[in-house]
């Protein structure tokens, strides 16, 4: 199977970059392949422009970059999000990413009923966001909840993604950052272990 990892951070050196590699790593030791989108690197242009509405009215075909990031998360099993928390949410790169990218008539239809259908029923997602503040902070103020609300179920569910990991690495107490990368390569191992386990045949 094949994972689509999208890193929004503009530093190569960064903790959210070595999350990513780790990662993919992980990806990679179960024997799946990845393809790591690094939207900065790749100079992907977040700004929603009037083409954009044009396709979100159905009057226009998706501007060039957008359908080919929607052909990329098409070729994939798995889209992974891995970005720094700002401000309490995912960073304005990767917000446009999805603004442009999740767009109507590809993510979702909207029927002239009004009625939504949701076309990414087949695509699974894990988000991993790595935050600056503590976690008795994210409790307090139930950040981490309206991440999930916002980001798990506004976005993907919304699309019929279904998301399969949701993580906040933050430095706590007890957890130095530099255990991050672990955290990560565990996920990465186990992205592709519930569609092995419903696709293993069942044992005699
Ligand atoms: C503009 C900006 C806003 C930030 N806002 C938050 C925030 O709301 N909550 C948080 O936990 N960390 C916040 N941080 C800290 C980042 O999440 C921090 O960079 C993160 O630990 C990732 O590390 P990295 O930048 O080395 O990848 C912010 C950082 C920046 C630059």
């Known amino acids: 199977m094949h994972a689509l990892i999208v890193v929004a951070h503009p530093d190569p050196n960064s903790l959210t970059h070595s999350v990513a590699g780790h990662l993919a790593e992980g990806v990679a030791s179960s024997g799946h392949t990845f393809e790591i989108a690094d939207l900065a690197a790749e100079g992907f242009d977040p700004r929603f422009t009037a083409a954009d509405v044009a396709l979100f009215r159905r009057e226009a075909p998706p501007p060039g970059d957008v359908a080919a990031e929607q052909a990329r998360i098409d070729r994939a099993d798995a889209l992974v999000l891995a970005y720094p928390v700002y401000w309490w949410s995912m960073p304005g790169l ?27 029923r087949h695509l699974q997602v894990h988000l991993v966001a790595i935050g600056g503040a503590d976690l008795r902070t994210y409790a307090r103020h139930g950040y981490f909840g309206a991440m999930r609300t916002q980001i798990d179920h506004g976005i993907f569910d919304y699309c019929g993604a279904r998301v399969g990991t949701s993580e906040l690495l933050v430095p706590a107490e007890t957890q130095d950052p530099r255990s991050h990368p672990d955290a990560a390569y565990a996920i990465g191992c186990n992205l592709f272990k519930a569609s092995e386990r419903r696709e293993a045949p069942e044992a005699a």
């Not at 917000?95 to 999740?102: A, E, N, T, Y």
């Not at 109507?104 to 009923?113: L, T, V």
């Open 94 to 120: 990767l917000k446009g990413w999805i603004d442009r990218v999740f767009a109507n008539g590809w993510a979702y239809d909207e029927g002239s009923d009004g009625k939504i259908v949701k076309k990414l």
